[in-house]
């Protein structure tokens, strides 16, 4: 893959990863379990489990799970906040290259990190390690509009446009709201034959941040971790003091995790 880089760079500060990014809806891990149909101490494999924000909540749940990261530093993390779980493993290795065993899950998940699979390799192994009439079920974080923003994000946009170009998306019309946001997941499932129909399950939630927690949540994202440093800190340094300064030292950020489940032919 030629995103190597940038799918290696959250690994760099796993424990700033693991206090700064937001967890999932525990109503979409409700979802999950219903409608992949996995059994009772099934077994499940999990793509790219970070930290394991989105393990623990299946884990608690008396589920067999193999975790494969390939961060080795977001792997020792993982293995410290899992290790009261003596049914989880968490292997150091990339899931592309990864001998995978074939047939043998009952389901398996992805949070917020599917999309660094080569789209030739994706779905194509995961319905290799399926038991047949098991599910595959990748989750994700999408950013979205929320009325309790203020006006935030819109203003911050400008920041972004004068001091770091490079990392501004192309095109920005406004963040979009969690209706508007596509399930990219849907298309790239069917286009491989493998699967039945793909059920899609939205959960728009906030998450308020004062300037500080703001500025640590930024620094989890591959975009800013990769800039120069001098240009990092005088954005950061002009997103505080706007949140200071104009937001009354908080701000609200709207979240929108989408759930999508099919299950192999």
């Not at 149909?37 to 930290?51: A, F, K, N, S, W």
């Not at 993982?78 to 989880?88: D, E, G, W």
Request: hydrophobic residues 35%; proline residues 6%.
């Amino acid at each position: 893959m030629g995103e190597g880089r940038s799918r290696l760079v959250f690994d760099e500060d796993a424990l700033l990863y693991d206090q700064a990014r937001p967890g999932y809806p525990e109503e979409l891990f409700e979802d999950l379990v219903v409608l992949s149909g996995i059994p009772q101490g099934g077994r499940v494999l999990e793509i790219g489990c970070g930290t394991g924000k989105a393990t623990l909540p299946l884990a608690r749940r008396g589920y067999r799970m193999l975790c494969v990261e390939l961060g080795p530093n977001l792997a020792t993390v993982a293995r410290r906040n899992l290790a009261s779980f003596p049914s989880v493993e968490v292997v150091n290795a990339d899931f592309e290259t990864w001998p995978v065993e074939e047939g043998a899950f009952d389901l398996v998940t992805s949070a917020t990190a599917i999309h660094w699979i080569d789209e030739s390799v994706r779905y194509y192994k995961i319905a290799r390690a399926l038991k047949p009439g098991g599910a595959v079920a990748p989750f994700r974080h999408s950013h979205v509009h929320t009325d309790r923003d203020g006006g935030f994000f819109e203003e911050v946009q400008r920041l972004y446009e004068r001091i770091t170009p490079e990392i501004v998306e192309p095109d920005f019309k406004g963040l979009p709201g969690p209706e508007e946001v596509p399930a990219r997941e849907v298309e790239q499932m069917e286009a491989t034959g493998l699967y039945g129909p793909v059920l899609v399950r939205r959960y728009p939630f906030e998450v308020e941040y004062d300037s500080e927690s703001y500025v640590r949540l930024l620094m989890t994202y591959s975009g800013h971790r990769e800039l120069a440093p001098d240009r990092r800190e005088r954005l950061l340094g002009a997103i505080v003091e706007l949140i200071d300064t104009r937001y009354g030292g908080r701000i609200t950020k709207g979240y929108l995790a989408t759930l999508c489940v099919a299950h192999r032919l």
